[in-house]
Structures are given as C-alpha cells and as structure tokens.
C-alpha cells in the first residue's frame, strides 16, 4: 500500500484527470492516479471547510475574539493551499516549515 501512495504523490494529477474528463469511458488512468486525485479531492474539501469557517468569522460581530477567529483561519486557509500547490508556508519571523 505505501508503494501506491509513494506512486501516487508522482502523479500529474492536472493531465490525469484531463484524460478522464476527456474520455471518460476509454480514459486508461492508473491506480495510483485514481489514489492521487482522490487526495486532491479530500484536500480540496479541507480547505472548502475551513474557507467557509473563515467566511463564518467575517460574520461574527466585531472584537478581539472575531479578529482572533479571522486570522486563525486565514492562516489555516493559506496553508492548506500552500500544501495543495506545493509552496512552504512562511512563518511570520522569516522562517519556513520546508
């Protein structure tokens, strides 16, 4: 199973799921590409989660716990779509999580 998932993070997952939409019914894509796309779906949502509780936060009345809240989120957001496109996140002193 790891060797599917160490197949499956090499993956053009972009020109993978462009051959399914394509051709769906004669679309000839590997295991380890239906593995990576539905990791991609999974982060997706993740980050559609935790979009809609920044956009829960903007909501809320204004004070410190809703500031705290917008930024909680934000920079949870801007993670997750670090991760997605590969980037490291910076750290506010400079430094990186890479």
């Known amino acids: 199973m790891t060797k599917?998932?160490?197949?499956?993070?090499?993956?053009d997952i972009l020109d993978a799921a462009g051959r399914l939409i394509?051709?769906?019914e004669r679309a000839v894509v590997s295991r380890a590409a239906i593995v990576a796309m539905a990791q991609l779906v999974e982060h997706a949502w993740e980050i559609c989660i935790e979009?809609?509780?920044?956009?829960?936060?903007?909501?809320?009345?204004?004070?410190?716990?809703?500031d705290h809240a917008i930024a909680v989120?934000?920079?949870?957001?801007?993670?997750?779509?670090?991760?997605?496109?590969?980037?490291?996140?910076e750290k506010n002193d400079?430094?990186?999580?890479?």
Do not use: K, N, W, Y
């Open 4 to 11: 599917l998932f160490e197949q499956a993070a090499q993956v």
């Open 22 to 24: 394509a051709d769906p």
């Open 51 to 66: 979009a809609d509780l920044l956009a829960r936060a903007v909501a809320l009345p204004a004070d410190a716990a809703r």
């Open 73 to 89: 989120q934000a920079d949870r957001v801007r993670t997750l779509m670090a991760a997605l496109s590969g980037e490291t996140q």
């Open 94 to 98: 400079g430094s990186s999580d890479s």
